[in-house]
């Protein structure tokens, strides 16, 4: 919209140069910057939870380990989009079995669906210290290499819609923590990271988008509402295999709608 | 005649048609990345949206289609009123054709741009229905339901996959080229994310057939090789459409008036072991002649002439478990039980054996679901011809009466119906 309205008004003017151009990107300082701070946030409390979760894999204690496997992904699943900047971390941190030809078997599968595996499938800590071991280093070095980085504001704001895409792509299906079942964590963490992002920037396009707003604002609603009636009374979630079909649909639609509306937000606020 | 041209013939045609393009040498020799030339007039072909019927049921099937079921969030009667509108606005645009909108670069676009800048229209039919689960755990569409529509059975034959079973709604796209029915699909996947959930979706196609001098081609063949479509009733025909096709009378829900039942079922074949079964079995499970499509006892007529089951009582020619003879055993009472078939073949990839994945698209209309498809297929149970081919999936749907004018839009009457009760 802004976008929009620059180009109108420089056709209109003909004199407008790139100083008008490069004055809204100002109002984008802030919350990229508050932005920063959540993702800061979260890498770290993403090493602190794998150093619980490293302790409780080296001292055998498979019920502990269990127990801490989803609460310890949601930070990084909130900032997936920022965290897939660093694909070499990614694929190590957290890529499936069946991203590798020879699935569970394969040497290159590590990270937290190995152990995940581990845990749930091979009920056992046994052999998991090594991937523990890399899963810390590997979420050290992210929580450090994002420190350094300069974050793209148009990464930062399309972010919103890649985690809508992350959900709709492999976590509706309910095959992102098939032996554990604890997807629906990884979907609450997923939405939180992009109703962040667009909470951050929604003052910036309120004004000309007020239907769009209340779009977007109802659809997150729609989804807190679908997700909290899978809460347990500690705080967390059933297991996927609770979610009726007419659950999942209707997150599957959320999802689609979301994706499909924040999918513009790039645009709305003047990043190509 | 023989059956296949000499080597000498071959050469002779291949050398006059070297000669021929010699002529045309002012014309750019085609290169490798160029698009295939289309029909000019097949891409401008654009069949009527409004009337008192959908298109797609009645009007002639070009050479693909598409079935995709979808699971419906609509949760009031507005909503539901939206999705119709919006779905009606879509297939409105989509079949008639024409530009796609210009958006700000820094938008995602409006058009997938599958068809370029100006969608033509392909002879595009977009064919919506509803399932019986849409009028489920929605009180608000109680006592709506069309009269016979239900949740598609088991028959003794099926090993359904629950993944290509059912939907709340339907839409059949039929097109000259599979990619105007592709683009269709996106588009509608795309403005209708807020109501509709793809469930599943199956592409078809049936093989054209270059016509007669009279303009007339034979019914299409399926994946067994065989003619399929002979006994079809005469679409053209209004009065016979009105009885066999459409919904009509007092049983039904005013709402659901020229409407029609639309049955899909996803049949795989199996080729392997078809293509080695002998052609006098083959021949004698189908009840007709393989290459001309004839009735076995009339081997040289052609597709068209009805067998006469009344002069073969004990079935020495045409088994009493022939596919024809039970289908449609050709007497009075099993006059009721027609209904307008309108299948595609469909060609999935290889199975985890290693066959091939192909079979029927099978898809067909009637006025009345129980007395149409499942008492034929009733009929059917235990015939030969499973032996070489499983239903692993489809769904029952009533296909919406027709959109009348622009004012009109999909399913108003069942919405205006929804908003008295």
């Known amino acids: 919209m802004i976008a929009t309205f620059l180009r109108s008004t420089a056709l209109g003017l003909t004199f407008a140069g790139a100083a008008w151009a490069a004055d809204p990107s100002l109002d984008l300082v802030g919350p990229l910057s508050d932005y920063k701070i959540f993702v800061a946030e979260n890498t770290a409390q993403l090493v602190t939870d794998t150093e619980a979760l490293v302790a409780a894999i080296k001292a055998g204690d498979v019920e502990k380990a269990k127990s801490l496997f989803a609460p310890t992904r949601t930070s ?91 959900v709709a792509a492999t976590k509706i299906s309910g095959e992102e923590d098939r032996y554990s079942r604890t997807d629906l964590w990884d979907f609450k963490a997923n939405f939180e990271g992009s109703e962040k992002i667009y909470t951050l920037f929604r003052p910036l396009i309120e004004a000309g988008n007020a239907d769009f707003v209340a779009k977007v604002d109802g659809n997150f609603k729609a989804v807190d509402e679908v997700l909290a009636k899978y809460r347990t009374p500690d705080g967390g979630f059933v297991s996927y295999d609770e979610l009726t079909d007419s659950d999942r649909t209707m997150l599957s639609a959320k999802v689609n709608t979301l994706a499909e509306d924040l999918a513009t937000l790039r645009g709305k606020l003047g990043l190509g | 005649m023989r ?44 069949v009527p949206f409004h009337g008192i019927h959908q298109a797609g049921i009645t009007t002639p099937r070009p050479e693909n289609g598409i079935v995709a079921a979808f699971d419906v969030v609509a949760t009031s009667v507005d909503d539901l009123e939206r999705m119709l509108r919006l779905l009606t606005d879509r297939a409105r645009l989509l079949t008639q054709g024409g530009p796609v909108p210009d958006l700000d670069p820094s938008l995602p676009p409006a058009d997938s741009g599958l068809l370029g800048p100006i969608v033509m229209p392909g002879n595009l039919t977009i064919t919506v229905a509803l399932g019986a689960s849409l009028f489920e755990n929605r009180p608000w569409l109680a006592g709506l339901k069309p009269a016979t529509l239900q949740r598609m059975a088991q028959f003794p034959n099926d090993a359904l996959e629950p993944g290509l079973c059912h939907g709340d709604l339907s839409i059949q796209f039929c097109a000259n080229v599979q990619d105007t029915n592709l683009h269709a699909l996106r588009d509608i996947v795309k403005t209708c994310a807020e109501f509709l959930v793809l469930r599943w979706m199956v592409e078809g196609n049936v093989p054209p057939v270059i016509p007669d001098a009279g303009g007339a081609t034979p019914s299409a063949r399926n994946f067994l090789g065989f003619r399929d479509g002979s006994a079809n009733p005469d679409s053209n025909d209004a009065a016979l459409m009105d009885r066999v096709v459409w919904t009509a009378g007092p049983h039904e829900p005013d709402w659901a008036q020229g409407g029609s039942y639309q049955v899909v079922r996803i049949i795989r074949n199996m080729v392997e072991r078809w293509d080695r079964a002998p052609l006098a079995e083959q021949e004698r499970i189908f009840g007709r002649t393989k290459m001309t499509g004839a009735p076995l006892d009339q081997p040289g007529a052609t597709e068209h002439h009805a067998p006469d089951f009344t002069a073969d009582p004990e079935g020495r020619v045409t088994s009493h478990d022939a596919h024809i003879r039970l289908a449609n055993p050709r007497d009075a009472r099993s006059q009721r039980n027609l209904m307008l078939r309108r299948p595609f073949n469909y060609s999935r990839g290889v199975l985890k054996n290693g066959q091939l994945d192909q079979g029927l698209l099978f898809i067909c209309y009637q006025a009345d679901l129980e007395a149409g498809f499942v008492a034929v297929q009733n009929r059917l149970n235990g015939e030969p011809l499973e032996e070489y081919v499983k239903p692993v999936g489809g769904g029952y749907f009533f296909a919406l009466p027709g959109v009348r004018d622009d004012a009109d839009y999909l399913g108003r009457a069942l919405v205006d119906a929804a908003r008295r009760t």
């Not at chain 2, 296949?4 to 490798?32: C, F, I, K």
């Open chain 1, 76 to 166: 990084y699943e909130r900032v997936e989009p920022i965290a897939e900047l660093f694909s070499d971390l990614d694929v190590s941190i957290d890529a499936r079995a069946d991203d590798y030809e020879k699935a569970e078997k394969d040497e290159a599968f590590t990270g937290f669906h190995r152990i995940e595996y581990g845990l749930w499938e091979e009920k056992s800590t046994e052999g998991l210290d090594l991937y523990a071991d890399k899963l810390l280093a590997d979420v050290t070095d992210l929580d450090g290499r994002i420190n350094a980085l300069t974050f793209p504001p148009e990464v930062v704001v399309g972010g919103a819609a890649v985690l809508m895409e992350e």
């Open chain 2, 3 to 46: 059956p296949y041209p000499s080597r000498r013939e071959v050469l002779l045609a291949l050398g006059a048609s070297t000669l021929a393009l010699a002529t045309h040498a002012q014309e750019p020799a085609p290169q490798v990345s160029d698009a295939p030339p289309a029909n000019a007039g097949a891409a401008a072909q654009r």
